[in-house]
């Protein structure tokens, strides 16, 4: 049980809870059941201690809660998570022959303020205690989350969303400590933000939890996909020399189901509602109906975001009603890139933002990071937010070596990459100066159709005689991060170098 048996029964709960939520078939649901009863036999209070070797069954627990309405299951979920930080279990568990940190079991969860080891067992651990305190209200975890979040998205945490930088312990090493070429950065670990972060914006509504949550989940976990759907990376690295490739398949083979199960997921994160008010997440193609200050109300979205930044909302409840829409306005068109201070825009100044009710500009106020529109509602009503979609340089703390020098580009939710397929094979040898005009364009023939990035820089080649190294100008391009390596093995970069010392030639 110390290892990875404990993550397989939540999952298999998870799978079960989904399937009986989209079909109504027990079959699996039962076997859950059986699952989470047997070990509940063994493990609880005046039973056996235990710590799970990879958290999940926590959070899959309260899922089968919230399904049987059954408290015992609720209760062996907080049990869990009560458990680790206490060596209660000496002798028995995987933390007994690895190091206590890598499977975030030094201190009892609601003492946790730093994030440590595994960067996948610590998002499934989080997002459990979340979901335990937004049943329980317990604030002791949440206090703890709080702390342990600002670790991760203010010291330790990817312009992609990615987090666990390092491989040997597939998480987390020293704060700032964030290399390109070799960032573990596990798909999984991306799809476990979008987890927490979801469950943070849950129990706060906050709009600073869905930015980190739409960063990680169109960067740093889309990125674990290839374009045709049937190959994965396992690490998601900022920079490469070709070495890197997205394969069939693993034999730790969580990657590929995680972030399978996230895409068709995606609904699951658009909306947010309660009983006199309706809130829009992310900005996608879709539709909803909800009862909203009593009436039924049918939502639809209609976008071509992220590359383009319309975004209209018809609404159509069956009788006039009241209630408020809340229209996420994203932290990027705030030009803030991230809570804290990790990442900064270069300010472009362009942050009005226009929001039409049927045509005509309409006041709204802000809060929580939400435009939010109070009024009567009636059928056939329409919204229309526009999104600024210039593109941003984003820089990094200086405590950030690998970004020191560079920039990196962001339009929109997307963070850019220079790949070699673009640029005649190479990615690592051009200087994006300062002063550089950045142009954007839809492509619909590149990459299943992308907004691609164009301008001119310094590219330092080797010459003719192949001895010595020339500057010459070029037209660069750049692409969505999550679209690169679908054109076999080629080099990336996402922190482009602004000076000359930072190129790096092959020859
Ligand atoms: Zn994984």
Redesign the pocket.
Known sequence: MSMHEDYNGGHLIEAAVAYYNATGKRQLLDVAIRFADHFGSLFGPGKRHWVTGHQELELALVKLYKVTKEERYLKLADWLLEERGHKHAAGYTWTDWRDTAYAQDVLPVKQQTQITGHA?RAMYLYTGAADVAAITGDSGYFKAMTAVWEDVVHRNMYLTGGIGSSGSNEGFSTDYDLPNERAYC????SVGMVLWNQRMNQLTGDAQYIDVLERSLYNGALDGLSLSGDRFF?GNPLASNGQHYRREWFG?A??PA?IARLVASLGDYVYGHAADGLWVHLFVGSSTTQTLGGQKTAIRMQTAYPWQGGIQLLIDPENKTRFGLHVRIPGWVREQAVPGDLYTFVKTGNVALEIKVNGKPIAYRIDKGYAVIEREWKKGDVVQVDLPMEVKRVTAREEVKAAQNRVALQRGPLVYCVEGADNNGQAWNLILPDDAPITAGFRPDLLGGVTALSFTAPTVEVAPDGLSVQTRTKTITAIPYFSWCNRGQNAMQVWLPRKIQEVKVNY
């Open positions: 996948v596990e798909t999984c670990a396992y730790t969580c990657c995680n």
